[in-house]
């Protein structure tokens, strides 16, 4: 575990894809992109906003954000989570 507050938590993924590639995730349970509803736009916020604060925190001067969606779109855990990828050389 790398962050927690009361709405989410982030960790290092355990099959990275980047140098950095950590995920956030709401600690409401929401499945997926799909599943979002008027009253999540609080928490979509907040994840996101943790992604920039962690890729601040990690000195990512360049980094991609990716929501996956539904088993075609790659998504394989039925829980809604941000990839923070970045970490690449030029």
């Given at each position: 575990?790398?962050?927690?507050?009361?709405d989410?938590?982030?960790?290092?993924?355990?099959?990275?894809?980047?140098?950095?590639?950590t995920?956030?995730?709401?600690?409401?349970?929401?499945?997926?992109?799909?599943?979002?509803?008027?009253?999540?736009?609080?928490?979509?916020?907040?994840?996101i906003?943790?992604?920039?604060?962690?890729?601040?925190?990690?000195?990512?001067?360049?980094?991609?954000l990716?929501?996956?969606?539904?088993?075609?779109?790659?998504?394989?855990?039925?829980?809604?989570?941000?990839?923070?990828?970045?970490?690449?050389k030029?």
């Open positions: 575990m790398i962050y927690e507050d009361a989410v938590f982030a960790f290092e993924d355990m099959h990275p894809t980047a140098p950095v590639h995920l956030i995730i709401p600690k409401e349970h929401i499945q997926s992109i799909d599943h979002l509803e008027g009253n999540n736009a609080g928490v979509i916020s907040k994840i906003f943790t992604a920039k604060k962690i890729a601040k925190e990690k000195g990512l001067k360049g980094y991609k990716q929501f996956n969606v539904g088993r075609e779109g790659g998504q394989i855990v039925d829980h809604l989570h941000l990839h923070l990828m970045g970490g690449w030029s």
